[in-house]
């Protein structure tokens, strides 16, 4: 990849895009490991193999996790993403740790959590700072929500972006 980049570098008389600089071991994991976690897993019918898979590509999923299919793990970023024991995220689900002129930040689900189907879940310096978006324990992800800021524990988040709701909220609801 050296010799490319010096020929790159002296054609175009400007320096060399950042994938020049990966090995060739690199520019061959990559397009498997994105056809395992974003073709194969996805549409495997059996969430054992599924969660297999995923961890196969690299990503920390915790035990006794469930995971539906069509679900879009963020493939660029598989070691930013952390999802905790207990945890069952519905049909459909994105989870984005970059996006366009963004850092890439990570992205946690903490223990027992519940993520709605269809529901997407972007990562980014909500807070000012470099942690990332973080569902707490025990919080619920509404379907179809959009979640760009943390979730505290327990809580539930709706809307787009999402709204979290207060225990008092949901119980003046019923």
Sequence with gaps: MKFLKMLYEKKNRKSAPYYYDYSILTVIKK???????????????????RIFLYRLCGFHIGKHTFIGMRC????????LLTIGDHVTISYGV????HGKDQGHYP???????YIGMRANVISKNADGGENGVFIGKGA???????????????????????????????????
């Design 140 to 174: 619920v992800v509404g379907s179809c929500s959009l979640v760009n800021r943390n979730v505290p524990d327990g809580a539930t988040a709706v809307g787009v972006p999402c709204r979290i709701l207060e225990k008092e909220e949901m119980l003046h609801d019923e």
């Design 94 to 97: 994105y989870f984005a740790c």
């Design 107 to 113: 992205i946690v689900v903490g223990d027992y959590a």
């Design 31 to 49: 397009p498997i490991r994105k056809w395992i976690s974003q073709v194969l897993a996805p549409n495997c019918v059996f969430n054992f193999l």
């Design 72 to 79: 879009y793990l963020d493939d660029m970023c598989y070691d």
